[in-house]
């Protein structure tokens, strides 16, 4: 029996969209149609490589072929115009992070999206990784009991040389902000999916280590729970040469540290009244035993230094949107969840503007 696959074009052909091609091509269910950059040189390379139609624009791509689904993959200020016109032509669609880089954007995208009945996903490929999955079902479950604090910690170096290597990039008008919003994303969005929505943030941010960059390039925040628990963000992309990422998650009756999309850590107390039984020394790490019942994940150490050294956690994360378009379901990560890190992100420069708390709103 031939099953029907989701036809898919990629719009923008730089750095990430190679990655959505070869995550396409990675599926039995998706098959790669046509990409589309306005730098036609791009589209036309990444279309040699996996043999489908290229072109200049969504709108010749949408003249030309016959899709199913896009992938937009283009600066992140011009997220949501791209999508509202794949939507609008009556296509499901994937959108690299952010969402867009302001919430009224994400808001207006919200509203067209409800009005086609279309399904979209936002990347945040991480949410797939195999530690993430094995900590967040371990807090579903409760294992960890009342949680009480959540960090997360992006030590990151970027050089001079990426931030000219786009136009947009490091610019309040199309990159929307600098580390938090382009590379911090993807853990700030970990730490709320694990430890629940955040209310409250107080922050500040600085430009330390680049001088031809609009943005921050270091950010430092406490957060409140809405059940209570209290966190912290670091993100940087001034710490050369480029250390880890880490997010940390801890309650009463457990914690666990993912370094690197890999677990390090993982205790929970089970069945065994240990609660007071641990001083600093912390309980045994049964993070390998965990992970056992996990296949592999996670795009491992090098991300920290090279913006390209991706994992196929994009294909796991594109698996579930054509999944959830046959199956008429939501993706894991659909608008309201790719909107979530955003309004963290915009409430984190708006307490650093104001040198005040702002609550988020849902
Ligand atoms: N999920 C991840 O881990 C990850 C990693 C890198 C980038 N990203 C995101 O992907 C997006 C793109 O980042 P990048 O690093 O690939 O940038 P990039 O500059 O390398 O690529 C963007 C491409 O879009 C093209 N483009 C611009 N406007 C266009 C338009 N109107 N129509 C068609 N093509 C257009 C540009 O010519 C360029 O080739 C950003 O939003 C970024 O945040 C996500």
């Not at 993912?258 to 641990?278: K, P, V």
Request: aromatic share 6%.
């Amino acid at each position: 029996m031939t099953v029907e696959k989701l036809r898919f074009g990629i719009l923008g052909c730089g750095v990430i969209g190679p990655h959505h091609a070869k995550a396409i091509a990675g599926l039995q269910s998706a098959e790669l149609v046509a990409v589309a950059d306005v730098v036609p040189e791009l589209a036309e390379e990444l279309a040699d490589e996996y043999g489908c139609a290229h072109f200049a624009s969504l709108e010749e791509m949408f003249s030309g072929v016959d899709l199913d689904a896009v992938c937009v993959c283009t600066p992140s200020g011009i997220h949501a115009e791209g999508a509202i016109t794949v939507l609008e032509a009556g296509k499901d669609v994937v959108i690299e992070k952010p969402v867009d880089i302001t919430l009224r954007a994400a808001d207006r995208l919200i509203e067209v999206q409800r009005a086609t009945g279309r399904r979209v996903a936002v990347v945040s490929q991480h949410r797939f990784d195999a530690a993430t999955q094995a900590v967040h079902e371990a807090l579903t479950r409760g294992e960890f009991g009342r949680l009480t604090s959540g960090s997360a910690e992006v030590r990151w170096w970027r050089s001079q040389s990426y931030y000219d290597s786009g136009g947009w990039r490091g610019t309040w008008e199309l990159d929307g902000g600098g580390v938090l919003i382009n590379q911090a994303i993807h853990t700030i969005d970990l730490l709320q999916w694990l430890m629940g929505q955040v209310v409250e943030v107080t922050a500040h941010t600085g430009l330390l280590a680049h001088e031809r960059i609009e943005v921050e390039d270091t950010a430092v925040a406490i957060l409140k729970f809405t059940n209570g628990a209290l966190g912290s963000i670091v993100a940087t992309t001034a710490a050369y040469p480029g250390l880890t990422t880490r997010i940390a998650v801890h309650g009463d009756r457990g914690s666990a540290i993912i370094d690197n999309d890999e677990l390090a850590y993982f205790h929970a107390a089970g069945e065994r009244q240990e609660g007071e039984a641990y001083g600093a020394g912390g309980g045994e790490n049964q993070a390998e035993e965990v992970m056992e019942q996990y296949g592999e994940g996670g795009a491992g150490p090098g991300a920290g230094a090279d913006p390209g050294s991706l994992s196929m956690a994009h294909r796991d994360q594109i698996q579930d949107f054509v999944e959830a378009v046959s199956e008429g379901r939501e993706p894991l990560v659909n608008l309201q969840e790719g909107r979530k890190p955003l309004a963290i992100i915009q409430g984190i420069y708006e307490s650093a503007r104001t040198g005040g708390p702002v609550r988020i709103e849902e």
